[in-house]
């Protein structure tokens, strides 16, 4: 079963625009959720962390958005450059799991 | 040095071969993972390491076996794999301190993966 869900197997935006990726959850014991991103023939980096306790987080031009309610979690990244072209993976964790989306690959046109 | 290198980048194997896959990091990190990724598919956890004790074991069948010589460096094991075993092997790192206890709420660091194509 996937408990951790991206439904949006791609995504294409313009240069500057913001691009939102989604991701939903179906565990409500997760309480802390990553974004990873990860560009070919290497691994995921660390992109930006949630602790259910918050409601959004912000990095720069990274903000993560947390739904508890609706157990969902949105990243958005303004303004959109091309080297942010990458596949973004979201993960879910709980004491004894964690658990990655499958990813949704990111275009930015310049 | 912020890596987590991996070895080999590819491997093929037969179906009665024993190999490894290797995965170091000098960040003086104490959790190290194994990941299981197919094509399209998430990444799926198939071991955890926290100070070098095996946390974690997500039901892996046994032609997968761990083994962590040391903080630095994290093996698997593998033999007598199916084709259906193919996929990218992923190696993570994470600090092993979280004053929470839950090495999985901590960032990990990836390795670039091993290929693996069982025929």
């Known amino acids: 079963d996937q408990q951790v869900k991206q439904n949006s197997p791609s995504l294409s935006v313009q240069e500057g625009r913001i691009s939102i990726l989604n991701c939903d959850y179906t565990n409500s014991m997760f309480d802390y959720f990553l974004w990873y991103k990860k560009y070919p023939a290497e691994g995921p980096t660390f992109l930006i962390s949630i602790s259910s306790i918050k409601d959004k987080n912000e990095d720069g031009r990274f903000t993560v958005f947390l739904n508890k309610s609706a157990k969902h979690l949105s990243l958005h990244i303004v303004p959109s450059q091309p080297g942010d072209s990458a596949v973004y993976f979201c993960?879910?964790?709980?004491?004894?799991?964690?658990?990655f989306g499958a990813g949704t690959r990111l275009t930015v046109k310049p | 040095d912020t890596e987590v290198t991996q070895t080999p980048k590819h491997l093929v194997m037969g179906m009665t071969n024993k190999k490894s896959l290797k995965c170091e990091q000098h960040m003086g990190h104490r959790a190290m993972y194994w990941y299981k990724q197919k094509a399209k598919k998430p990444p799926e956890l198939m071991f955890v390491y926290s100070y070098e004790k095996l946390s974690i074991n997500e039901s892996v069948p046994s032609r997968f076996s761990p083994e962590c010589p040391n903080s630095s460096l994290l093996n698997l094991h593998l033999h007598a794999l199916q084709p259906e075993d193919s996929a990218l092997y992923l190696c993570a790192s994470s600090p092993g301190g979280s004053t929470s206890g839950r090495v999985n709420q901590e960032t990990q660091y990836f390795g670039p993966g091993t290929r693996l194509l069982v025929l």
């Open positions: 993960a879910a964790s709980e004491v004894n799991d964690m658990r």
